[in-house]
């Protein structure tokens, strides 16, 4: 397998912490969002929308959108589960999950970014207010639904690392590169410090990757 990302990316940094999870190895290749690769012919003929992360299987299938990769995943190696059992619970899971993947990240991604601040002339500040006002509104909410359960554990559900952790741990890194404020949040705090204290986390954290000292 091959997995196309870039070391900043959160949701290549999702895709990572499932393989580490999984014990899956693959070969990576970087697609620098910086510098425009995701615009080559080379890219687009692996992901036509030019988004990170795709990964090729090895019957050369293109598997696109770190959810669909993750439960990919989770489906073809069943140990350890990213979900839980019961309806219930896997659907608790995947709407946390889904608060970040669907809510914050699609409105804060490099892409809108850029266009806020080049097609739409959107000076720093302002850019900087709207990405940490998404932040903070997706956050706070899933904040209410951690804390106030009685399925959060350790983790966001239970006492094992799941796909909401995963969703959660990227979220929190690029929070904190853009200074937000996460003092209104500590559950999910304490949880994403109990994922960080695993290997898997750890390793897949955008400055452990190769790329992170060459690359911007």
Request: proline share 6%; aromatic share 8%; net charge negative.
């Amino acid at each position: 397998m091959k997995l196309y990302g870039y070391f900043r990316s959160s949701a290549a940094f999702r895709v990572r912490i499932a393989f580490n999870l999984k014990g899956v190895e693959s070969e990576t290749a970087l697609v620098n969002l910086q510098t425009g690769d995701q615009f080559s012919d080379a890219f687009r003929a692996v992901n036509p929308q030019g988004r990170v992360p795709a990964l090729t299987l090895d019957d050369g299938t293109v598997l696109v959108q770190s959810m669909a990769i993750m439960e990919y995943l989770d489906e073809t190696i069943p140990d350890p589960p990213l979900l839980p059992k019961g309806a219930v619970a896997r659907a608790r899971v995947r709407g946390l999950a889904n608060v970040i993947a669907c809510d914050i990240h699609p409105l804060n991604n490099l892409a809108v970014l850029n266009y806020l601040t080049g097609e739409m002339k959107v000076g720093e500040e302002s850019k900087l207010r709207w990405y940490r006002h998404w932040v903070a509104e997706g956050l706070s909410a899933m904040e209410a639904l951690v804390a106030g359960s009685a399925e959060t554990g350790r983790f966001c559900h239970g006492d094992a690392p799941g796909l909401a952790d995963i969703c959660l741990v990227p979220q929190v890194f690029n929070a904190q590169r853009f200074d937000c404020d996460l003092g209104g949040c500590p559950t999910l705090m304490r949880v994403f410090d109990a994922c960080m204290a695993l290997d898997a986390f750890d390793a897949a954290q955008p400055g452990r990757q190769p790329e992170a000292a060459s690359v911007g």
